[in-house]
């Protein structure tokens, strides 16, 4: 509101236009006065800023607006009676509002923006002559004008907009906010980035607020002497932080359909429904429409054809998996290995520690490089969705970088048994590569967007070298969100955002610290430190430093869970290994009996680890109470229009069999 109480449009999508060379003469045809009439047409609202080098045009929408996108396309939300049914404006009262009192979410605002501005097709039956530039152009009929225009380069970039006021309160109340630790305003996340970077968020917090127990118990198993009872503290600790991860995991999905509740999200959540933004395909792992139409009624064949392509989506996915396990073991394991032998003969200690940077920070690019062959490979997987697609990728991109992490410690903890050397390279792991993280997702931001500033003004300079003009500078708003990076993944950015590159972070921190706890149970306390920082940091990296992201759907955190459940089995077996071997240092054990530890003390937290996994329940009993409620009363209203449809029809048939 202003100060007259009139609403104020909140502009939350930019067009980015290349500036024309020659000076706008207003004759018919000019194709960026067409596109700015036609979202004016559709009753959007429309602000254009010239900037340094493009003109930027911003756009908002009212609530009527969006109302009628969202029943052109169909969009589905929560009602009252906890269905999820087809929006109708006429009927809004029905439907429930945002945690935040709005009526549409992001994610759904942001599909009713892409519906308008690239729904805008020549509808005429003739071609339409545009200029730009001086250039003419045809705009094809039944052609959307905007990819039209980002076919010519005209349209450089669509991209959404931080909204300033929403983007300054969470910088005060959550990006700057230290004194909290881990709390963190959820909803406020949920409103403004939409639901997949408010359920990473809310896993975070959750899992550094966990840490709080571990990483105590670490400092007391580390510094206090227990004497006699020295031998149990290992074992205790071992069992104490097996039963933690497990426990966690289990309360993070009762978390989960807590917030899903509150956010009024179906947790059945349909195919394809994670990846619909952006005009984002939705293939399902089925033939095409054109092959089913052919087969008529035919069942038996369409069952075949069902059939066969399921199978092959599995073999294709089968040939990939074993192509990159082959190359990993033949490639990347000597590589990995030759450097885990270096640092074992190496004497001194300021050397290891260089090399262990130096490994760092190359072993990045060759992990990169693998990422994108993965990248290349799943694009030939028949998966049923860019959803499916994603977890693909995860699940090979873990896997290089699974090897790259933890084979040179393997080999420290397993094959030298040397646990001096093993608890030297976790304390320099963790404080190199969080270190170095951290250092680069924060500076490469800041870097690139000072570039491209530097690259924007140098080229109007160049541009106007004959011409006498004052200082330029990037001064509008729109033009340095536009010159900021986007937050994409590191590896690739068509089937997952940012969000991998912090989810991978987090995974590789919980692999090291479980399945080498025994070795060195301070590490609890490091990764309790850091992602307490990694809260803000990450919270500042999306306010700050990149555009606004894309909004995705997630109900969960996808993949991860199910990798997060493999490092505590794997950290299972190499902390029962690592007790047996650090109460054996001089070999005098024989291996029977060794062996015989180690499988009674796997056996044993494999089935408690199991076992408390159905002890606590995954959803709420609140939220299956009100599940349970919702379906009653949907089922209860359409009985009761089912009976009126029947009473109505067999009224009618009587009255014609009466005349």
């Known amino acids: 509101m202003n100060g007259n109480g009139e609403e104020v449009a909140v502009y939350e999508i930019a067009v980015v236009v290349s500036k024309s060379n020659v000076i706008k003469d207003k004759e018919i045809g000019d194709c960026v006065d067409i596109l700015v009439a036609e979202f004016r047409n559709v009753g959007l609202i429309v602000d254009i800023v010239s900037g340094v080098s493009d003109e930027f045009i911003k756009v908002a929408a009212p609530p009527v607006t969006l109302g009628r996108a969202a029943a052109e396309i169909q969009l589905k939300k929560p009602t009252r009676i906890g269905m999820d049914l087809q929006f109708e404006w006429e009927e809004m009262d029905a439907f429930l509002k945002q945690p935040d009192g709005s009526l549409f979410s992001w994610s759904e605002r942001f599909q009713c923006y892409h519906h308008f501005i690239y729904g805008i097709v020549n509808k005429s039956n003739l071609m339409i002559s545009l200029k730009y530039d001086g250039k003419e152009f045809c705009w094809e009929v039944g052609q959307s004008l905007l ?308 690259k924007t003004i140098r080229n109007k300079k160049k541009h106007e070298n004959n011409k006498p003009s004052g200082k330029i500078r990037v001064s509008t708003r729109v033009e340095k969100e536009y010159l900021k990076p986007a937050y994409s993944a590191s590896i690739v950015e068509e089937l997952e955002d940012g969000l991998f590159d912090d989810f991978l972070e987090l995974a590789l921190q919980f692999g090291m610290i479980m399945m080498f706890a025994c070795a060195f149970p301070l590490a609890f306390a490091f990764a309790a430190v850091n992602n307490i920082m990694e809260i803000r940091t990450d919270a500042l990296k999306l306010l700050s430093m990149f555009k606004r992201p894309v909004p995705r759907d997630a109900v969960t955190i996808g993949a991860w869970i199910n990798i997060f459940q493999f490092l505590i089995v794997m950290s299972i077996c190499t902390n029962s290994a690592l007790l047996v071997w650090l109460y054996d240092q001089e070999g005098k054990w024989k291996i029977e009996p060794g062996l015989a530890a180690i499988l009674i003390m796997e056996h044993v937290l494999l089935l408690i680890k199991f076992g408390f996994s159905h002890f606590v329940p995954e959803e709420p009993a609140w939220v299956r109470a009100n599940r349970v409620r919702n379906a009653t009363q949907a089922q209860d209203v359409f009985s009761k229009q089912l009976l009126r449809t029947i009473s109505g029809e067999k009224t009618s048939n009587e009255s014609k069999k009466n005349e």
């Open 147 to 454: 990819q039209t225009l980002e076919s010519k380069g005209i349209v450089k970039q669509v991209f959404p907009l931080h909204a300033e006021m929403k983007r300054k309160k969470l910088l005060r109340s959550w990006a700057l906010n230290w004194w909290d630790l881990t709390d963190q305003p959820i909803d406020e996340i949920y409103s403004y980035f939409g639901t997949k970077v408010a359920i990473y968020f809310a896993f975070l917090g959750k899992y550094t607020q966990w840490l709080f127990f571990p990483a105590a118990l670490g400092l007391i198993v580390q510094l206090v002497d227990f004497g006699s009872l020295q031998l149990l503290a290992l074992p205790v600790f071992f069992i104490s932080i097996t039963l933690w991860a497990v426990l966690f995991f289990q309360f993070w999905k009762r978390k989960n359909y807590a917030l899903l509740a509150r956010w009024q999200i179906n947790c059945t959540i349909g195919i394809g429904q994670g990846h619909k933004l952006l005009g984002m395909e939705r293939s399902y792992r089925q033939p095409s429409v054109e092959v089913i139409k052919t087969l008529g009624t035919d069942k038996a064949r369409e069952k075949e054809l069902y059939q066969r392509n399921e199978w092959l989506g599995h073999l294709m996915r089968f040939r990939n998996d074993v192509f990159v396990i082959l190359s990993i073991i033949c490639l990347q394991l000597p590589f990995e290995l030759a450097y885990a032998h270096l640092y074992e003969v190496i004497g001194s200690d300021i050397i290891k520690f260089g090399l262990t940077a130096i490994y760092l920070f190359v072993i990045q690019y060759f992990t990169q490089i693998g990422g994108k062959i993965s990248v290349k490979l799943i694009k030939n997987e028949n998966n049923e969705n860019s959803e499916n697609r994603a977890d693909s990728l995860v699940y090979k991109v873990f896997g290089l970088y699974f090897m790259q992490s933890y084979i040179g410690i393997f080999y420290h903890a397993l094959l030298h048994r040397n646990f001096r050397t093993l608890r030297q390279v976790l304390i320099q792991r963790l404080i190199i590569s969080e270190v170095l993280e951290n250092l680069l997702e924060n500076s490469l931001p800041y870097i690139k967007y000072s570039y491209k500033k530097y």
